[in-house]
């Protein structure tokens, strides 16, 4: 026996595999009926618009599990309250590994939050599937963190695609932007310096806020000030409602963009104020799902599925909150994963699983994208499209744009 465990670890490590990372049978979390996984969410706090994205995830895995669960298990998923809070997402996420013993952490939301979890998990052994953030991080230093994945598309992506517009037909606009004062922000920035590329000069300022703070208001006076004719909104849903409020109150007309967080059409509602704010309209986003509230997706068996599953297993919850839809696609790929880490998956081979993706049929996204991953490509989501919000909802322009960092 002694041997044959030897010749294993040797195995591993000529693998270049570290042999406190090796999976088994008895990873935690996993029984022949069920697997359970957590994750943190901001339930209370300044992102608490963010909750319906495990919420959304829950719904789904309630309709996964009525139909015979991944290969007989059923998926519990236990998310915890961390306030949008790094040092309580710490403690929240050692609760779940440690006293639940789940098997993987799973869909827990920030950037922040995500990076002061990631060297505790990746020490241990403990896979951290599709963080809900798109820090370019989290697939960029996938050599020193092998057990971590994010989801969306990278905000340097993203930052880079309203770049690449602004480049082409607006090279002589003056660019102010409002960003979350984190690696968050602070990506988008270089994105958008990115594409901007001769023009980055253009930007003549930048003001940024704590996640912590309780209004940007100085913070978008101060931006006025700078007679910039491009706002870009770098922000999370609270205080980028702020931030149409007051650009309103003050009587300035910038064009607006407003990262991909915080525009779903739910929150471009509440800040347009019912039709009063009219600094909302022509704003310029990008997106990579399906709206359940524009028409144009009425018949779509995706969204029509979204519907069904809201209504069924996340009862009181709100249909048109988009976020409950990310986490729906986000818990898609995980039960595609799970389904690829065997009939008897271990932390391991679910890691595995998560960095060979081909999925092609995830019915939430837009239509044509695909959700790839690679042993060196950590990157689902790498493709998105332009959009601009008219008369109440978003449109769509241009082809599918491949968001790489």
Do not use: C
Request: proline content about 5%.
């Amino acid at each position: 026996m002694g041997r044959r465990l030897f010749l294993a670890l040797a195995a591993f490590s000529a693998l270049g595999i570290p042999v406190a990372f090796a999976g088994s049978a008895a990873d935690p979390g996993i029984t022949p009926t069920s697997i359970h996984i957590g994750g943190t969410t901001p339930l209370t706090g300044s992102a608490q618009a963010f909750s319906s994205v495990a919420k959304g995830a829950a719904a789904y895995f309630k309709y996964v599990n009525a139909r015979g669960g991944v290969n007989k298990r059923r998926i519990e998923y236990e998310y915890l309250d961390d306030q949008y809070i790094p040092s309580e997402t710490v403690r929240q996420t050692r609760i779940l590994v440690q006293d639940k013993n789940v098997f993987a952490i799973f869909n827990t939301l920030g950037t922040e939050t995500n990076e002061a979890i990631r060297p505790y998990l990746n020490e241990i052994g403990v896979p951290q599937l599709f963080a809900a953030s798109g820090s370019t991080s989290f697939g960029r230093d996938y050599r020193q963190y092998p057990w971590t994945i994010a989801y969306q598309p990278t905000y340097i992506a993203e930052g880079a695609m309203y770049g690449n517009y602004l480049r082409r037909t607006m090279p002589k606009a003056k660019i102010a932007i409002l960003y979350q004062d984190d690696s968050y922000g602070n990506d988008l920035i270089k994105g958008l310096q990115r594409g901007l590329a001769s023009k980055a000069g253009n930007i003549v300022s930048k003001v940024g806020y704590a996640a912590t703070d309780d209004s940007v208001q100085s913070q978008v006076a101060r931006l006025k000030g700078s007679r910039a004719s491009v706002l870009m909104l770098f922000s999370t849903p609270k205080f980028t409602i702020q931030a149409y409020q007051f650009v309103n109150q003050l009587g300035w007309k910038p064009k607006i963009f407003v990262n991909a967080v915080s525009s779903a059409s739910n929150i471009m509602v509440i800040s347009s104020s019912r039709g009063q704010n009219k600094r909302v309209e022509g704003s310029i986003s990008i997106v990579f799902l399906k709206d359940p509230n524009d028409p144009k997706w009425n018949r779509d068996p995706g969204v029509l599925l979204y519907r069904k599953i809201m209504r069924r297993y996340a009862r009181g919850g709100n249909i048109k909150d988009v976020y409950n839809l990310y986490g729906m696609s986000a818990a898609f790929t995980f039960v595609d994963a799970l389904k690829h880490a065997g009939k008897n998956p271990t932390r391991r081979s679910i890691m595995n699983a998560a960095l060979h993706l081909n999925e092609r049929n995830n019915p939430f996204v837009l239509p044509r994208m695909s959700i790839r991953t690679t042993a060196t490509e950590h990157y689902p989501i790498d493709q998105a499209r332009l959009q601009r919000w008219h008369n109440g909802k978003w449109i769509s322009f241009g082809g599918l744009l491949k968001a790489r960092s």
